[in-house]
């Protein structure tokens, strides 16, 4: 028998497991799904091919009057008219998803319009051809985002330089595993979806040996890794009884913040919010210990160019949110889409590109698909308290205009007679830019401080690269003298601010971050009993479990 090897790097997400390690691979190839031009081109014409196979497949197995519908289907992927305009779209710098559907969009409101001028009933056949073009673009769309990778073992431990986090997304980690990385960093995207969901993960551990199969224990507590251990290392510590810090908290008032504050027993004490990666993480999050959710980020709720490009997936997710919280306020925050996060048939992962077309920049340039989702987000408002959070936030111009498109969308709706309610908007504070100048943005109903963007920007310093991880956590005093600028810049303003970086999860800063006067704190459900412990402390006269 083997050994034990030790080898120690950066705690990212704190817990133990042991289990086979599965040595990731290299990343696939990019398939140029989000390119432009003759790739973006070659892309569709496959997919839809794709699409015109399985449908024939599909009419073939079918009774005759099935068969005659598929059969249309299939007529109209192949009459040239239909694809026309998304070629158009393409050879005017488009991807191949974005420019099929909203080519596709713009003719199924065509048709279900009637093709002209009344109200159009649902016998009417432009109707019934715009449910076709409906179920023809998901087909499509899927077609275009069909690239899958692999899945690994049940309780393994994921051993590679770094984790993408769709890659995180798509396992089940129900069965326990972790996950051991000779790269990556403890402030990256994949760091903070470990410790949500509580996936032990370790950073920083370089050249990792181990072969596919062979044992390996995670600590990410003591950011430990050891090789074929023993027993008694393997062996985990009793975990600390964490029922007396669960009590629930009293019904708040299911508004906004001015509502909750009035309830509120302690007035000065900031709200206790949750952040929320995946639909799993409801099944952890019991609503009677949480004021609210205080960040969804909804591009790990949408998991391909065809669930992003679809308004009722939109609204079925959000939906799903809103009825388990039963009442109480749901932060949503639109796609935030570029850097290192990658969503197939729209954009490719790039780290090096966190200076570049990210967050609302995206959304600006992809207006198609901010509407999309602004669409989703509006009939979801009609539904429950939502709050609607814009990402990567630099200039006033860039919240005008997502406003602007916020009400274009509300009063389309209106008109088509669709129930919906225009959500306030508020804007992410990580760009040093915004955070030195938010007196110039009147127009945001609130502000929500990205701590972990907002540090690696002050410090020019990648989060997620362990050469520069001491400057990054050097910057601390910067961090924290910027943070009292943003809280009395809000202040002045008369809009609330809260914190829903990792910063807002420990304990050891409460005390600096209620000093702030921050109005919420909002942190992953498997980080809320350690911050309410430390708000119970903070406010002795609060009444049982209401920390």
């Known amino acids: 028998m083997a050994a034990p090897r030790d080898f120690r790097g950066h705690p990212a997400s704190p817990g133990r497991a042991v289990g086979p390690v599965h040595r990731a691979g290299e990343p696939p190839a990019p398939s140029g799904l989000a390119g432009n031009g003759s790739d ?88 019934l051809r715009a449910v076709d073009l409906m179920d023809l673009q998901h087909r499509v769309l899927d077609a275009l985002a069909g690239r899958t990778r692999a899945d690994f073992p049940p309780g393994a431990v994921y051993v590679g330089r770094d984790m993408p986090p769709s890659v995180f997304l798509a396992h089940d980690w129900s069965s326990g595993g972790a996950i051991a990385l000779g790269a990556g960093s403890t402030a990256s995207h994949v760091a903070l979806l470990a410790r949500a969901r509580g996936v032990p993960m370790v950073v920083g551990l370089g050249a990792l ?33 964490l029922a007396p810090l669960l009590s629930p908290v009293p019904a708040c008032e299911p508004a906004a913040w001015e509502p909750l504050r009035a309830a509120s027993a302690v007035p000065d004490r900031p709200f206790l919010f949750a952040n929320l990666d995946t639909l799993a993480d409801l099944d952890t999050l019991d609503p009677a210990v949480v004021d609210g959710v205080g960040l969804v980020r909804t591009e790990f709720l949408l998991t391909s160019a065809a669930e992003a490009l679809s308004e009722e997936r939109h609204l079925a997710v959000y939906r799903r949110v809103l009825d388990h919280l039963a009442g ?8 935030d889409l570029g850097g290192d996060k990658a969503l197939p048939g729209l954009t490719e992962g790039d780290p090096a590109g966190v200076l570049g077309t990210r967050g609302v920049r995206f959304l ?30 630099t200039l006033p111009a860039e919240l005008a205009a997502m406003a602007l498109l916020f009400d274009e969308e509300a009063v389309r709706l209106a008109r088509q007679g669709i129930e919906g309610r225009r959500p306030p908007l508020g804007i992410m504070v990580e760009v040093p830019a915004a955070a030195l100048t938010l007196d110039l943005f009147g127009q945001a109903a609130f502000f929500s401080v990205g701590s972990n963007d907002l540090m690696q920007y002050l410090a020019a310093a990648a989060r997620d690269n ?59 459900p498997r980080r809320l009993p350690a911050l309410r412990a430390a708000l119970g402390a903070a406010f002795p006269a609060l009444p049982p479990g209401r920390a």
């Open 466 to 524: 362990p050469a520069v991880a001491p400057l990054y956590a050097g910057a601390e005093t910067a961090m924290f003298r910027l943070l009292d600028l943003i809280c009395a810049a809000a202040r002045a303003l008369g809009r609330p601010v809260s914190l829903c970086g990792d910063l807002a999860a420990e304990p050891a800063a409460v005390g600096r971050l209620l000093a702030l006067g921050l109005d919420g704190l909002s942190v992953a």
């Open 40 to 127: 973006a081109r070659a892309a569709l014409e496959a997919a839809v091919s794709r699409a015109v196979h399985e449908l024939r497949e599909l009419s073939a197995r079918a009774d005759p009057e099935s068969a005659g519908i598929l059969d249309f289907q299939i007529e109209l992927l192949l009459d040239g008219e239909l694809l026309a305009p998304a070629l158009a779209r393409i050879g005017a710098g488009e991807g191949a998803a974005l420019a099929f559907a909203a080519a596709l969009n713009d003719q199924i409101d065509e048709m279900a319009g009637g093709g002209g001028e009344g109200e159009a009933t649902h016998g009417d056949p432009f109707v």
């Open 209 to 241: 040996p181990g072969e596919t199969g062979e044992p390996l224990l995670v600590d990410g507590t003591r950011g430990m890794a050891c090789l074929h251990p023993d027993a008694r290392q393997a062996a985990s510590p009793s975990a600390p009884d």
């Open 328 to 335: 109480k306020p749901v932060t949503l925050r639109m796609l």
């Open 364 to 393: 600006l340039a992809h207006p198609d698909l901010a509407r999309i989702q602004a669409r989703g987000l509006i009939r979801a408002a009609a539904h429950g308290p939502v709050s609607v959070l814009l990402p990567m936030v």
